[in-house]
């Protein structure tokens, strides 16, 4: 319903409210063969959010087939469905975050064929800044046990909500307040409304494409699937332009969320826990399953978890031309020389969406 002219005159009235239009190019690629190369296996149990998991190292995922390209050379990442627990034992599982971290400033495209579910499962494709709740998470794809619907989210620092100037498609806004301290850590949540963003429904449309954009001016995400997938977006595309891609499914303005303020480097992340603070809560459990969370799911037959996975075609990650997108800590960068990078990336950025207006004009 949002013509470009109008988002041109809003973001003349508005500078912060609108999306810009950004082109972005390919800056880094996880898929096939070296899907796995470039990621830190947590290798420990869930401390952070409780399941009844413990998260392989690299090793021991590949060993006990947890990780693996799969013939069609897309990546597989699942939880253990051969092993028949003690009670006390955890299930094992993975959770993995790129080695890189990627700035303000960049786009990730996901083509997703299977995620995980099923009863305890909680499942998530999302980023994180180093040092959370401190530069924000962005939770792209999120779903927990049989839940009809994914969501996607943010959690911050208190001070970020999201903005009823939102242009988004999705009219299930479930909560607004993407501060970790409100609402029991709930973050400003939004449901994918396609009645196949999660469970059987995803894997039978043959899953489907995420494209999240963290930028200036705000965070937004798109979904697709294959029969809406637009051409700009098929085959092994080296340039985006978000501009082409239509209204996001769910878009937080930097207006009620200052992107530099409450976002840093993000780390893209993909793990798989069970019952945990999430999907085990009895409020959220009981929604959809019955029985108890780890007795009879974790514990019980390993076949419960013959549909925790995630198949990946890919992920891709685009950077603004001429910018630098893509961080490796390893190289011992401090925030203090990040901070400083926003700024360059902000002032860029301000200067080309000037520019654009002028142009509109
Ligand atoms: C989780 O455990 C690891 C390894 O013991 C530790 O380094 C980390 O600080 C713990 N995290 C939390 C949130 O407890
Ligand atoms: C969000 O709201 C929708 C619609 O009311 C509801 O079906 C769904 O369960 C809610 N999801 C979450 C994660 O709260
Ligand atoms: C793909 O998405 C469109 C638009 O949301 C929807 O009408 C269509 O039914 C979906 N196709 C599948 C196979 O789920
Ligand atoms: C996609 O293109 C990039 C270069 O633009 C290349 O590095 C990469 O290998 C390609 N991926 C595939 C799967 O062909
Ligand atoms: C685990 O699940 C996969 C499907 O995701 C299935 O092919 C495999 O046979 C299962 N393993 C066992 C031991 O049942």
């Known amino acids: 319903m949002f013509s470009r002219s109008w988002a041109v005159y809003a973001s003349f009235l508005f500078p912060v409210a609108v999306r810009a239009a950004a082109q972005y190019d390919l800056v880094k690629e996880y898929a096939g063969e070296s899907f796995f190369d470039e990621w830190t296996f947590y290798n420990n149990i869930d401390n952070l959010t409780h ?27 699942r939880v253990d469905n051969t092993t028949q627990l003690k009670f006390g034992q955890k299930r094992n599982s993975l959770r993995l975050s790129t080695k890189d971290q990627f700035t303000v400033g960049s786009v990730w495209v996901a083509d997703l064929l299977h995620v995980p579910y099923g009863c305890s499962v909680w499942s998530a494709f999302w980023s994180s800044a180093p040092t959370w709740p401190v530069g ?23 001070g970020c909500t999201h903005s009823s100037n939102a242009v988004q498609s999705s009219t299930l806004i479930n909560s607004t307040d993407c501060s970790t301290e409100a609402n029991n850590n709930q ?50 595309v080296s340039t985006i332009d978000t501009s082409t891609l239509g209204i996001p499914v769910a878009n937080w303005p930097a207006d009620d969320c200052q992107v530099n303020e409450f976002f840093q480097l993000q780390e893209i992340v993909f793990d798989i826990t069970l019952c945990g603070d999430y999907a085990g809560a009895a409020s959220v459990f009981y929604q ?23 198949e990946v075609s890919y ?36 200067t080309g969406s000037l520019l654009a207006i002028i142009w509109a004009l």
């Open 51 to 77: 399941g009844d998991v413990n998260f392989l190292g690299n090793i021991d995922a590949f060993h006990n087939k947890l990780a693996y390209t799969n013939d069609a050379g897309n990546a597989v990442m």
């Open 136 to 158: 924000g998470e962005i939770d792209t794809f999120e779903a927990v046990n049989q839940d009809p619907l994914g969501h996607m989210g943010l959690h911050t620092n208190p």
């Open 187 to 236: 973050g400003c949540i939004i449901s994918n409304p396609n009645p196949a963003s999660y469970g059987q429904a995803f894997a039978n449309a043959g899953g489907g494409v995420y494209v999240t954009e963290f930028a200036i001016d705000g965070i937004s995400i798109w979904f697709f699937n294959r029969t809406t997938l637009p051409s700009s977006l098929q085959g092994n």
């Open 288 to 310: 959809t399953c019955t029985g108890v969370c780890y007795n009879d799911w974790v514990l019980g037959d390993p076949s419960h978890y013959d549909t925790a996975y995630f």
């Open 315 to 350: 992920l891709r990650v685009y950077g603004q031309p001429g910018e630098l997108t893509v961080l490796q800590p390893s190289s011992t960068r401090r925030s203090a020389e990040l901070s400083c990078l926003s700024m360059v990336g902000a002032i860029t950025l301000a």
